[in-house]
């Protein structure tokens, strides 16, 4: 892997109480050598390193009564405010279960662009002034609630990351995956040829290649249906649109 000295590199920050768990997987295998090579860079900002009291309290508790602690607005905004000093043309993205869901499409915008600044939330989450105030946009990697933005960060920057040039070997890996084409990606088979009496597919040992980009094909949209109705349906109209405007053009 090959650093690229002269592009400025992907830069990521990330807003955590928990700098020690950065970067974490993120240190290894395509990333982690991405990171070594200079194609990326990764830093973080220690949120209760901005608090001022003698405890260096960063939560308190909800007006209006409730469970649990909700994070200061004051003690992250110093935060935000000296990231936004050094990098003021970086998206500011709270990883939050209340966010727009993550789709590919948003993974691409973002590895296209300079990099991004992450805040990962504790608690109850951060004071709502915050987001209104900073413009914050708000992303959410699936329907379930972590300890902490820091895993969800953490799969966020992975995400962008093995998109960037000089990353991944292979630019036609990154076009045969999921989502890339509206659909799930088909099986993968390996060696040995029968396994546990389970043999491969016998298209993939035909050697015929428009077979095996058919069967593919089929296994993709097959999987899509039944696992990803809603995928399923926004690639049913994408067909007819492109049907249609075929049919106008003709």
């Given at each position: 892997?090959?650093?690229?000295?002269?592009?400025?590199?992907?830069?990521?920050?990330?807003?955590?109480?928990?700098?020690?768990?950065?970067?974490?997987?993120?240190?290894?295998?395509?990333?982690?050598?991405?990171?070594?090579?200079?194609?990326?860079?990764?830093?973080?900002?220690?949120?209760?390193?901005?608090?001022?009291?003698?405890?260096?309290?960063?939560?308190?508790?909800?007006?209006?009564?409730?469970?649990?602690?909700?994070?200061?607005?004051?003690?992250?905004?110093?935060?935000?405010?000296?990231?936004?000093?050094?990098?003021?043309?970086?998206?500011?993205?709270?990883?939050?279960?209340?966010?727009?869901?993550?789709?590919?499409?948003?993974?691409?915008?973002?590895?296209?662009?300079?990099?991004?600044?992450?805040?990962?939330?504790?608690?109850?989450?951060?004071?709502?002034?915050?987001?209104?105030?900073?413009?914050?946009?708000?992303?959410?990697?699936?329907?379930?609630?972590?300890?902490?933005?820091?895993?969800?960060?953490?799969?966020?920057?992975?995400?962008?990351?093995?998109?960037?040039?000089?990353?991944?070997?292979s630019k036609e890996s990154s076009l045969e995956?999921?989502?890339?084409?509206?659909?799930?990606?088909?099986?993968?088979?390996?060696?040995?040829?029968?396994?546990?009496?389970?043999?491969?597919?016998?298209?993939?040992?035909?050697?015929?290649?428009?077979?095996?980009?058919?069967?593919?094909?089929?296994?993709?949209?097959?999987?899509?249906?039944?696992?990803?109705?809603?995928?399923?349906?926004?690639?049913?109209?994408?067909?007819?649109?492109?049907?249609?405007?075929?049919?106008?053009?003709?």
């Open positions: 892997m090959k650093g690229t000295a002269s592009r400025v590199p992907w830069m990521a920050t990330v807003l955590t109480l928990f700098k020690d768990m950065f970067p974490g997987s993120l240190a290894h295998s395509l990333a982690g050598q991405g990171l070594k090579g200079g194609i990326w860079t990764l830093e973080t900002l220690d949120i209760r390193s901005f608090a001022s009291d003698k405890h260096r309290s960063v939560d308190d508790t909800p007006f209006g009564g409730g469970p649990g602690m909700v994070m200061r607005a004051d003690v992250i905004d110093l935060a935000i405010e000296k990231n936004k000093a050094l990098n003021p043309d970086r998206p500011l993205i709270y990883l939050s279960p209340r966010g727009r869901p993550l789709v590919q499409e948003r993974v691409k915008q973002l590895a296209a662009g300079p990099g991004l600044t992450l805040l990962c939330g504790r608690f109850e989450g951060i004071d709502e002034r915050l987001k209104e105030f900073h413009k914050i946009q708000e992303v959410s990697i699936g329907d379930f609630i972590l300890s902490g933005g820091e895993p969800a960060a953490i799969a966020l920057i992975d995400a962008c990351v093995r998109l960037l040039p000089g990353i991944m070997g995956e999921s989502f890339e084409r509206g659909l799930l990606e088909y099986p993968h088979y390996t060696r040995p040829q029968i396994w546990r009496g389970i043999e491969v597919p016998k298209v993939l040992l035909s050697g015929n290649h428009g077979k095996i980009q058919d069967w593919r094909k089929q296994q993709s949209e097959k999987l899509t249906k039944e696992r990803r109705p809603d995928l399923w349906n926004q690639y049913v109209k994408s067909l007819q649109v492109f049907n249609e405007s075929r049919e106008i053009g003709s």
